[in-house]
Nanobody, 126 residues
Framework: QVQLVESGGGLVQAGDSLRLSCAAS????????MGWFRQAPGKEREFVAG????????IYSDSVKGRFTISRDNAQNTVDLQMNSLTPEDTAVYYC???????????????????WGQGTQVTVSS
């Protein structure tokens, strides 16, 4: 069982930056692929960013590429999402997710992820 706890959400203005963090339980965190998803009001949950187990390969949705950066610290069991140049369209509940399959390439599919956090609200005002 893996427990994920997100933090760092809040209310910011357009153009601001925000850093989300996700703390994971378990001694094999380094073997998990990690992802961030988001769900805006009235919309389906969508992929934001993913990072391979261990270190290295990252992927992003087109809507955040160049503005968001996902990173992980395997010693601290954390994965962060640095969000820059935020717009009102980034307003959503952001979820951290863990994929225990140790895939070579991170997945952008919800069904690939086995564990989910409770989410943290990000609101960007115009």
């Amino acid at each position: 069982q893996v427990q994920l706890v997100e933090s760092g959400g809040g209310l910011v203005q357009a153009g601001d930056s925000l850093r989300l963090s996700c703390a994971a339980s378990g001694r094999t965190f380094g073997r998990y692929g990690m992802g961030w998803f988001r769900q805006a009001p009235g919309k389906e949950r969508e992929f934001v960013a993913g990072i391979r187990c261990g270190t290295g390969i990252t992927i992003y949705s087109d809507s955040v590429k160049g503005r968001f950066t996902i990173s992980r610290d395997n010693a601290q069991n954390t994965v962060d999402l640095q969000m820059n140049s935020l717009t009102p369209e980034d307003t959503a509940v952001y979820y951290c997710a863990a994929d225990v399959q140790s895939r070579f390439f991170p997945s952008n599919l919800e069904k690939a992820y086995d564990y989910w956090g409770q989410g943290t609200q990000v609101t960007v005002s115009s």
